[in-house]
């Protein structure tokens, strides 16, 4: 069973660095075509993509966050760290982690998701 | 950037009838599209992936169809856990880009 899970704080202060955390297992980060990406939502709106790393360190960003954006992965621990710079109360959302399959056919869709971390930026 | 353009916003379903939602791609995404179905409080869950096939587990009453530009996502004999938010996704170029959403809800 493939499973992930985010976690990391759920308040921060506007211009902090938020650093999330998305622990999986069911499946290695080492095998070739998996990938693991970073989306979020602010509430009661429509999903952005974030992020995503590949198996073999390959990493894509969203362009317009980019800058703001790094994303690590520790194969051993079986996590993919997001860390994203300067918040502002705007980046309030639910951030989710998901799978990127390494099956034909998937290419850059997301099966399965993790439930999904609330963070709220205010000072 | 490729914009994803769904419609309707809401669209409104007594159970037992069918129900399409549309996607609309800014540009051709071939038939890299994916569909997501999302329940208040929870993740999205990946129902439709290459435009038209049905992810492990989906019911056969979920269908999807279109290329290029122009995408439908039908679901035949609305059950009372089909009213959702569903959002279609392009998997074809960077940056990754969903759309708006379509909230069905029951009539």
């Known amino acids: 069973q493939i499973t992930l899970k985010e976690s990391g704080p759920t308040l921060v202060k506007p211009t902090q660095t938020l650093t999330l955390t998305c622990t999986f297992s069911?499946?290695?980060?080492?095998?070739?075509?998996?990938?693991v990406g970073w989306i979020r939502q602010p509430p009661g709106k429509a999903l952005e993509w974030l992020a995503l790393?590949?198996?073999?360190?390959?990493?894509w960003y969203s362009p317009s966050l980019q800058s703001r954006l790094t994303i690590t992965k520790d194969t051993s621990k079986n996590q993919v760290l997001l860390t994203m710079t300067n918040m502002d109360p705007v980046d309030t959302a639910t951030y989710f982690c998901?799978?990127?399959?390494?099956?034909?056919?998937?290419?850059?869709?997301?099966?399965?998701w993790g439930p999904g971390t609330l963070v709220t930026v205010s000072s | 950037e490729i914009v994803m353009t769904q419609f309707p916003a809401t669209l409104s379903v007594s159970p037992g009838e069918s129900a399409v939602l549309s996607c609309r791609a800014s540009?051709?995404?071939?038939?890299?599209l994916v569909w997501y179905q999302q329940k208040p409080g929870q993740a999205p869950r990946l129902l439709i992936y290459?435009?038209?096939t049905r992810a492990t587990g989906i019911p056969a009453r979920f269908s999807g169809s279109g290329s290029g530009t122009e995408f439908t996502l039908t679901i035949s004999s609305l059950q009372p856990e089909d009213f959702a938010v569903y959002f279609c996704?392009?998997?074809?170029?960077?940056?990754?880009?969903f759309g708006q959403g379509t909230k069905l809800e029951i009539k």
């Open positions: 998901a799978l990127r399959p390494g099956k034909s056919g998937y290419k850059n869709s997301f099966d399965p």
């Open positions: 069911g499946f290695s980060l080492t095998s070739s075509g998996v990938g």
């Open positions: 790393i590949f198996w073999d360190n390959d990493k």
């Open positions: 540009q051709s995404v071939e038939n890299y």
């Open positions: 290459g435009a038209s």
């Open positions: 996704q392009q998997n074809n170029d960077w940056p990754l880009t």
